[in-house]
RNA sequence: GCGGGUAUAGUUCAAUGGUAGAACAGCGGGUUGUGGUCCCGUUGACCUGGGUUCAAUUCCCAGUACUCGCCCCA
């Protein structure tokens, strides 16, 4: 029995060589089991790779939504001066731990990192803020007018566990304004989000805070720790850890019994120093200006390292009590710059998740536009026919005539399935007879009528029937 | 890194301790020159490894992937 095993897994294996009669469509016969001789079986014991861990391909029926977010991210881009930065996808690893904070959980454990043949230690990048504020110094950027609006979109890496909303590689598009500190950019950045979401039919929530400077922080740090420290044995483990590592996280905990702690606890807008203080202010003066609506949200922090002052993300309406639900993310960053040796330059910017505004885009059946599509198919029937028809495609794409094909087939019954799955309007067919007498059919796919026309009036008949 | 669920054709799903069916999609044909209806044919799958068993796609264990949640973040 072992031995009937054995022989089981080894035909998995094997293919059995197909004879040339089969190959030639002499099927019924041929196909019949071949008895081979041991040389002629073929060990085809190949797998077929499979995707990494949390990655992805966008297939042509996802392209849309892609299209339809970055169109109108770029459109926004324009009316507000942005203009666009391409960065590399890998940069020193050290970029991150000093930029996004040596001690976060995305310096820390999920990061793509290895060394080049070289030597180098260089990471996968899990976010662009870096990269811009480092492209900033490299290029002198300083001797631009100030300031310097910017925008981004690309993939991003982080080695996390893949779930909902969240993937190994992921894009975001993002925008910066580097170079001034004047609590209108902050207004602005907020608004351009807002006003991307209502643009693409998505309600949202702003959720706006301030986490002060680096000195009123510190304090207000202190002042939290201390509170904290009182109710620590009622604390859930994680927010245990969290008093020790990242205080300001203790104000993030999704836990019963530490959100009633987190009602009491001081909160950061009651120890800004005054010119935080003002600073936010100003910047809530100029939303209540255009009247958008924002949420104050006194446990808004954020987890990278950089972010000063104004922070701030965008949730989908009624999702409040998930976790990784914000469609975007961000904030001023007025230390970052000079963090990475460039002059101290004030700086704020934004992420948008564009996956995650597709999966909730999916969830409320928002409406896509469509692939663009063709008007005309181009038909043929016959060897002389293809050869014509051809041509005839080249001359009408010149006229600028939306046209398909499908060449490589022979039926006209074939062709016309594919001209009716493509949706066109008419469908052009050029046969023997047709050639011969130089006209061509153009039929009507809708009415399922059909006419001859003169053949060397086509573009002109075409461009008349389309205008209709 | 931790916990739950799942793993069968390209896709969505069945069934089964004795190696598996359908629907849709694909390809071909009915009509060698007419699509969106119909009919016929055909391609094509048990995640990997180990255990139990005469026999495992099925039961058990592990791995891996997917998925959902936590940590964290977009």
Redesign the pocket.
């Known amino acids: 029995?072992?031995k009937e095993?054995k022989k089981?897994s080894f035909k998995k294996n094997l293919k059995i060589k197909k004879t040339k009669s089969a190959f030639f469509g002499v099927r019924k016969e041929a196909d019949k089991p071949v008895v081979l001789a041991e040389s002629e079986i073929v060990k085809t014991s190949k797998k077929t790779p499979q995707?990494v861990?949390?990655f992805k391909d966008v297939l042509p029926a996802e392209q849309k939504y892609f299209k339809f977010i970055t169109d109108a991210l770029e459109i926004l881009a324009v009316d507000y001066g942005f203009e666009k930065i391409d960065l590399p996808l890998l940069e020193e690893s050290n970029l991150f731990s000093r930029a996004v904070g040596k001690e976060?959980?995305?310096v820390t454990k999920?990061m793509f990192t290895f060394e080049t043949p070289g030597g180098e230690r260089v990471s996968l990048r899990p976010?662009a803020t870096a990269s811009v504020a480092r492209a900033y110094i490299n290029h002198g950027m300083l001797n631009l007018p100030q300031p310097v609006k910017l925008y981004y979109n690309g993939l991003m890496f982080?080695y996390?566990?893949?779930?909902?909303?969240?993937?190994r590689q992921?894009n975001?598009f993002g925008f910066e304004i580097l170079g001034d500190k004047h609590p209108v950019l902050d207004a602005q950045m907020i608004i351009l989000c807002h006003n991307f979401f209502k643009e693409i039919g998505l309600p949202v929530n702003v959720q706006v805070n301030s986490i002060g400077c680096n000195s009123c922080r510190k304090e207000y740090k202190v002042q939290l720790v201390n509170y904290y420290k009182t109710q620590k044995s009622n604390l859930c483990d994680?927010c245990k850890e969290?008093l020790n590592k990242?205080p300001l996280?203790l104000l993030?905990?999704?836990e019963e019994k530490c959100a009633i702690i987190k009602e009491e606890a001081p909160q950061i807008v009651d120890w800004l120093c005054d010119d935080c203080k003002n600073h936010f202010v100003k910047v809530l003066e100029f939303l209540d200006e255009v009247e958008l609506p924002y949420n104050l949200n006194s446990n808004l922090v954020?987890?990278?390292d950089y972010y000063t002052n104004t922070v701030f993300?965008i949730w989908p309406e009624g999702d409040e009590k998930?976790?990784?639900?914000?469609?975007?993310?961000g904030g001023r960053y007025d230390n970052l710059i000079e963090l990475l040796g460039g002059r101290n330059t004030p700086a704020l910017g934004v992420?948008?998740?564009i996956?995650?505004t597709i999966l909730k885009i999916k969830e409320l059946n928002l409406p896509v536009p469509e692939r663009a599509k063709r008007d005309i198919f181009v038909a043929q029937?016959g060897e002389a026919p293809r050869r014509k028809s051809l041509a005839l495609y080249e001359s009408l794409r010149k006229e600028g005539i939306k046209i398909c094909e499908s060449f490589s087939?022979d039926?006209?019954?074939?062709q016309?399935?594919i001209?009716?799955k493509l949706g066109v309007r008419f469908t052009l067919?050029l046969?023997?007879?047709?050639l011969s007498e130089g006209t061509i059919?153009l039929?009507d796919?809708?009415a399922?009528s059909?006419e001859t026309i003169n053949f060397n009036k086509v573009v002109k008949e075409i461009k008349r029937r389309l205008e209709q």
């Not at 046969?431 to 047709?434: I, L, R, S």
Request: glycine letters at 14%; a positive charge.
């Open positions: 029995m072992a095993k089981k995707l861990r949390g976060t959980d995305i999920e976010e982080r996390e566990r893949p779930q909902s909303g969240r993937y992921f975001q994680d969290r990242n996280r993030d905990c999704k954020r987890g990278l993300e998930r976790s990784q639900t914000a469609l975007c993310g992420s948008i998740g996956e995650r029937l087939k039926g006209l019954k074939s016309l399935e001209a009716g067919i046969g023997q007879k047709e059919l039929r796919m809708e399922g059909q």
